[in-house]
């Protein structure tokens, strides 16, 4: 099958928002010499017509007024959108003022955001698949500024592209029905989608498909179409199927268990620059499954994975610095991998550090310190909150009584 390129930006923002994050494995490997840390690897159909024309007249739609709240949100939209337009070197202003008629038409009543009312107002602003796809993906990435209530207009947008043959806009589509962004969850009808586009040579279709084999989510689970559909991904260099794939080795899913095909296909995938392809190497050579036990490889592979910004390889660089394993023991270097991780949420990594504070490692010794890294954890780490408690009791005297 031949490769199926997109627009860099999405499939950048599909490779991070939609595909790392489909999966999850049973695995759970020990970080070294500190807490546990999930592995990350594979998780997740009704026809839809295909429209190539519409007749309808273009109907008259008054605004409605608005109210300031809205006015803002609306300027701050028409805004954010028209600055990415203007990124790329491929800027036509005169598509880009029909882009933003349309845009305008489809806020003066965001109740009605569909694919039917972008094919009514679109027969006056005569936008082509690739544009509408264009304008889509702007106003998809302005949810980040703006909320979630651009959803529902992005959807639309991405779903009328993809009825008039844009297959990356459809692809999206799909991914938008099965985790509900702008519409409603609709697995089976993802599903069909992906389907459709993975028969096509859709090599991002064909690894989501996959997964949803694979995890059963919306078609009846079966490791062996998984297998295939992600063996097909790979050969179309989507570089997250490596991965999933060497899993499938690992634990004998739908192919018998073979660790060294497992990590030759983590290779593949960490070759392509994929971190959780080498977040499984790193876990391969810390175990000995399939290679020869090497802490070095370990840490080199860790190392490599942390340099994407995920926050369980920062915190896992951060361990092999604090046990001293694959590198030299350095209480420093530990101490700001962890707190890379711990500014990004990630709460083991809040609890070790914490602990580097109470104890003074690497750091000035801070309770005060230790005790807001554990309280920043305590809602999602069981053992923060047994550390905060036993923290408040040290300073209350050890008895429950407040120190004189």
Known sequence: MTHVSGSRFIMRFLGSLFLRRLFRTREVCRALGAQQRVCQLPRQHRSLSVYSSYTETCPFRPRPPLSRALHAFQNELTSLVEGYLLEGSEVNDEVRGRQMQLLSMM???????????????NCETKLTPKELYRL?????????????????????????????????????????????????????????????LAMKGHPYAQFALGGMYYAGSGLEQNFTRAYSLYKVASQNYVAEAFNVLGSMYQHGQGVPEDLEKAVEHYRSGADLGDPLAHMSLASSYTHGRGVTQSYERAFHHHLQASESGLPVALYNVGGHYFAGKGVELSFKKAVEY?????????????VNLGNMYYSGLGVLKSRQRAKELYQAAADSDNNARLLLEELEMEEKGGDGTSKS
């Open 107 to 121: 806020l003066a009543d965001m109740s009605e955001a569909t694919d039917v009312l972008v094919r009514k107002l």
């Open 136 to 196: 889509a993906v702007s106003v998809f990435r302005a949810r980040e500024s703006v909320g979630g209530d651009v959803l529902p207009i992005a959807a639309a947008l991405f779903q009328q592209a993809g009825q008039e043959g844009e297959t990356n806009s459809l692809y999206t589509f799909a991914q938008l029905l099965r985790t509900g962004q702008g519409v409603e969850t609709d697995l089976v009808r993802a599903a069909d989608l992906l389907s459709q």
């Open 338 to 350: 962890y707190q890379q991780a711990a500014d990004m949420g990630f709460a083991p990594a809040q």
